[in-house]
C-alpha cells in the first residue's frame, strides 16, 4: 500500500505538523497520523461533497 505524506498538514489531534500520511485502503481514501492514533476515513463522494467553494479540485494520482 502506497502511502503518502501530506505537506504542511497539522494532525487535529496531537498538533504534529507534517505528520499525516494518506491512502486508500480497500477504496476509501484514508488519512492517518504517524505520532500518535488519530484517523479518519472518507468515501470518494464525501471528499466530493467536500471539494467546494475555495477548493480548487481534489487531486487523484
Known sequence: M???FVAGAKCPK???MDSIVLFKEQGVETIECVECDYRE???D???AKKASGDI???FKP
Open 45 to 47: 463522494e464525501k471528499v
Open 56 to 58: 480548487i479540485g481534489v
Open 41 to 43: 476515513q472518507q468515501t
Open 2 to 4: 502506497k502511502k503518502r
Open 14 to 16: 496531537c498538533k504534529a
